[in-house]
């Protein structure tokens, strides 16, 4: 392939303004991915040269990928306070909620037990999918609204608990607005009502900034995904309690104690624990620095820029989520807006054709449509710097007044 | 001299040749597609599939790609209007709705809010700078493929700040560029019918979403010749499908959304010498009086020689009557000058 007519004599394909993140991108969203730990690399990069092999084999070849798979597995079921037998290694977050939900639920039923499920209305699409094909499947489906506070209530889960419930699933840090739910206080009053119901949270937006093993301790099934703590996109896990019978979804050579077959990921499995293990070691002294630089990015706009809002309650947030809005702003407009002048945002989720989706969250939260839809995410991270947040406090105000100026209404 | 343009790509081959065209004009090219149909059946132009098309010759050009989701304002502007204005038994264009609301509407907003000098598009058509300092807007080069007419309400203002690269081709030689430049879509067919129309046709379509009523098909004399589900099945000039055996070919000649009435007849019985225009535009000056005037009922038909006062449009020769609803445009030899919506 010739190339490309606007790249320089010396540029290869990859060359330009479609190459990814650089030195000179501003990047604020962490909560979508984050760049991967140079430890994880380090303790991966074995496994990308002489130590190949299939754990799942007889020979010496295979035994040293196993013994590393096996050790990462020990390590992550530490940190998050489980035993090496409940951790589950998947593809992603996406895959561990839908094991949790799917295979839940639908073991529930082969039992004889109940065919319903509770959860909120701002949960991952990776779980409300989940729920949507169960409804499909004959299970009754509750999903809560939840406060604009962004901080489900206890009680109103536990009230649409009743004796057909299989499952309730509520996540433990939201993925737009990043405020923390009350997972142990949502189990204990659930149980109260029904002891046997099975608790799963989706995790995923949780490891860098709380201690899952003791926020998670009564939880049944935790989902977690290592593309959000500097680990591989592509690798997650789910942590399923002992005693716990789950539906797999892939079926084969019985890998993963039967409940996610497939030849195990050994690189990513090892990156992922020396991700978890950085991740934990430093969350402590993160969520100090992270929570104030966020706090002076959003004080910062909510000083500068007039009509300028926040939403979900910022004392409930994890340290490194920011979420605002402008009005008269349309949210996608300003995304381009920034991304031309190299800071990268988010907004909703993002279909799979790229463009802007209406968020669930905030409708879920009650927000005003006018109000959502001028809303965007802003994410720190472990990578994050003061620097980071100068030039947001730089551009974004600009870019508003820049689109208000133009008169581009929400 | 280097502009910002933002490039309208569908993933099809002329809006990525113009993409292309103008990167080798020395401009500053950012390319857009518009997410604006994401109906369950979304197969359609602009699905993922060709969103997909569009990035990827996007980053064979290495120009910056973005995905503008219009889903909610194409539904008011363009979907919404084209069904009422069928269940009111007239005839819309929603491709040239599209054209004035969303493509040279909220995108034009939209690029120039972000700081862009022009938009540009794979559209057929000319713009040129007039030796009086205003646009003009021409009939493309390839006159099998011209594609003014669906952009008759563009003026002034539009036209100053758009771009329309493919338009001194041909078709033929829009495919050689793509090919000559390996671009992924030189070979892709090209989209045809109502874009956010996929599966079933137009009348399932509209079945989904206008409550049926049943009347009556009669003739010029009053006669009823049969019975029919409902009135959006029929447009003026309909010769097929129209329910009723008939010996000689007959012809839709009126709709009557109020009573529900179909009224068939003969060829020259569609026969009219004039045609009256709603929301009349023009490029620039009004061409009312102006001698030369050629009107186009179709989007693909041939000119008719004819005069306007304003209002109406007289044919120098009777033509078929035009549906209500849609689009005549008007041109002095190449230059469209106007146009209006049949009433």
Partial sequence: MSSPPNAGPNAGPNAGPNAGPNADVTYLDHAATTPVRPEAVAAMTPFLGGTFGNPSGGHSAARAAKTALEAAREEIASLLGAEPGEVVFTAGGTEADNLAVKGAARRARADGGGDAVVTTAFEHKGVLASCDRLAAEGFRITRLPVPATGVVDPGAIAAAVDPDTALVSVMLVNNEVGTIQPLEEIVRRVRERAPGVLVHTDAVQAVPWIDVAEAAASVDLVAISAHKFGGLKGTGALVVRGGIALEPLLEGGGQERGLRSGTSNVAGAVAMAAALRVTCAERAAEIVRIAALRDRLVDGLLATVPDAFENGERAAKVAGNAHVGFRGVEAETLLVALDRADVCAAAGSSCSSGATEPSHVLAAMGIAPDDALASIRLSLGFASTDRDVDVALAVIPRAVEQLRHAGAAA | ?343
């Fill in chain 2, 1 to 343: 001299m280097g502009e910002r343009v933002l490039v309208a790509m569908s993933g099809g081959v002329d809006s990525s040749v113009a993409a292309a065209l103008l990167l080798e004009q020395g401009h500053d090219v950012t390319g857009v597609t518009l997410k604006l149909w994401g109906g369950e059946s979304d197969s359609g132009c602009c699905s993922v599939g060709d969103v997909e098309d569009a990035r990827r010759v996007a980053a064979q050009l290495d120009i910056p790609h973005y995905v503008f989701n219009l889903t909610d304002t194409f539904d008011h502007t363009v979907v919404e209007p084209y069904v009422r204005e069928h269940e009111a038994g007239r005839t819309p264009n929603p491709c040239v709705e599209c054209n004035r609301s969303i493509k040279f509407g909220a995108l034009f907003q939209r690029a120039e809010a972000l700081g862009f000098d022009a938009v540009a598009t794979g559209h057929h058509a000319r713009v040129t700078a007039e030796p009086d300092g205003s646009y003009a807007l021409r009939r493309g080069a390839d006159a099998a493929k011209d594609q003014s007419y669906v952009l008759y309400m563009l003026g002034q203002r539009e036209l100053g700040r758009t771009r329309l690269p493919v338009g001194v081709l041909t078709k033929a030689q829009v495919r050689e560029h793509a090919a000559r430049l390996e671009l992924r879509t030189a070979a892709k067919a090209e989209s045809m019918d109502v874009c956010f129309i996929t599966r079933g046709g137009r009348r399932s379509f509209l079945a989904e979403r206008i409550d049926p009523r049943a009347g009556s098909v009669v003739g010029l004399d009053g006669a009823t010749l049969g019975e029919h589900d409902g009135i959006e099945a029929f447009t003026i000039g309909q010769r097929r499908g129209l329910g009723v055996a008939t010996g000689e070919r007959r012809y839709v000649v009126d709709v009557d959304a109020r009573t529900a009435t179909v009224t068939l007849g003969g060829c020259t019985d569609l026969l009219r010498h004039t045609v009256s225009l709603r929301d009349v535009t023009f490029v620039d000056a009004s061409p009312v009086g102006r001698a030369g005037l050629c009107a186009q009922t179709r989007a693909h038909g041939v000119p008719v020689a004819s005069t306007f006062d304003g209002t109406t449009v007289h044919f120098a020769t009777p033509q078929p009557r035009v549906a209500p609803g849609q689009v005549v445009a008007l041109y002095v030899d190449d230059a469209l000058v106007g146009g209006g919506i049949a009433t």
